[in-house]
T-cell receptor
Framework: GESVGLHLPTLSVQEGDNSIINCAYSNSASDYFIWYKQESGKGPQFIID?????DKRQGQRVTVLLNKTVKHLSLQIAATQPGDSAVYFC??????????FGQGTELSVKP | GAVVSQHPSRVICKSGTSVKIECRSLDFQATTMFWYRQFPKQSLMLMATSNEGSKATYEQGVEKDKFLINHASLTLSTLTVTSAHPEDSSFYIC???????????FGSGTRLTVV
């Protein structure tokens, strides 16, 4: 399979602080990117997406930045809450419409 | 919104037996289904892609004779783990998309434990 992560990196933040989660993607031809949130024992939950013709997109409390030059994505979560604690994955729409997941980051929010 | 139902959510089976996992799109036509496997503390690994009515395309390193995928209708895809072994124990997740749509809808996953 493609893009298997080994042992998720972790990010610990204080409640109310902003969180920034980073991701490097692999295929320069990918044209669509998605951030997912996954809670333990559940499937991925859509957070926000961005197409390759954009470099920034904002949602409610979340912002995604895309830097195609260095193949880098970031997810910014404003005023992080305990309910945001989960594993966050970036995913890229690769060749043939396949969605390939990045390594993932475990976010832990301290109350 | 689009909903994908995955069943069962948990299954325990004995070594050597086969297990079938179902993935249904409830309110849209899933022209393409994707099957992923996820080990603890790791990312989702794409196993195969299936288009309705066609044979599935497997990713490198995934045994097609062990992981049988059927996508006979626009609303149902199944993954059968044949002759399961303890190393097949994992979290299996399906995802569905419609033709011409960039969206992907995920199932809730199936926790398979082979004893």
């Amino acid at each position: 399979g493609e893009s298997v992560g080994l042992h998720l990196p972790t990010l610990s933040v204080q409640e109310g602080d902003n969180s920034i989660i980073n991701c490097a993607y692999s295929n320069s031809a990918s044209d669509y990117f998605i951030w997912y949130k996954q809670e333990s024992g559940k499937g991925p939950q859509f957070i926000i997406d961005i197409r390759s013709n954009m470099d920034k997109r904002q949602g409610q409390r979340v912002t995604v930045l895309l830097n195609k030059t260095v193949k880098h994505l970031s997810l910014q979560i404003a005023a992080t809450q305990p309910g945001d604690s989960a594993v966050y994955f970036c995913a890229e729409n690769s060749s043939g419409g396949k969605l390939i997941f990045g390594q993932g980051t475990e976010l832990s929010v301290k109350p | 919104g689009a909903v994908v139902s995955q069943h069962p959510s948990r299954v325990i089976c004995k070594s050597g037996t086969s297990v079938k996992i179902e993935c249904r799109s409830l309110d849209f036509q899933a022209t393409t289904m994707f099957w992923y496997r996820q080990f603890p503390k790791q990312s989702l690994m794409l196993m195969a892609t299936s288009n309705e009515g066609s044979k599935a395309t497997y990713e490198q390193g995934v045994e097609k004779d062990k992981f049988l995928i059927n996508h006979a209708s626009l609303t149902l895809s199944t993954l059968t783990v044949t002759s399961a072994h303890p190393e097949d124990s994992s979290f299996y997740i399906c995802s569905a998309s419609q033709q011409g749509d960039y969206g992907y809808t995920f199932g809730s996953g199936t926790r398979l434990t082979v004893v």
